[in-house]
């Protein structure tokens, strides 16, 4: 099961790609879970410093933009 987590504070941008995110999990029949994590201080232990951002199975795929749902399979792959 691929551990997902989308990192922000709940802005638009990052309702947007945990939305894309699932698509692209839900496309390509992957078993996840999906996480939102809001708390700076979490984000920050990621060594995230922009939002949002998306974090596959503990690596950070993705840093302070929205990728399309295709460009989110490549990444799950």
């Known amino acids: 099961m ?3 987590q989308v990192l922000g504070p709940g ?3 990052c309702k947007k790609l945990a939305e894309n995110t ?3 999990a839900k496309a390509l029949s ?3 879970t999906i996480e939102k994590v809001t708390d700076i201080r979490q984000i920050m232990a990621f060594g995230v410093m922009a939002t949002p951002a998306l974090v596959v ?3 950070v795929k ?3 933009k929205v990728p399309d ?3 989110v399979k490549t990444l799950l792959k």
């Open 30 to 32: 992957i078993d996840y």
């Open 11 to 13: 802005c638009p941008k």
């Open 2 to 4: 691929k551990k997902l």
């Open 57 to 59: 199975d503990g690596q």
């Open 69 to 71: 749902v295709e460009a």
């Open 22 to 24: 699932e698509a692209a």
């Open 62 to 64: 993705v840093v302070g």
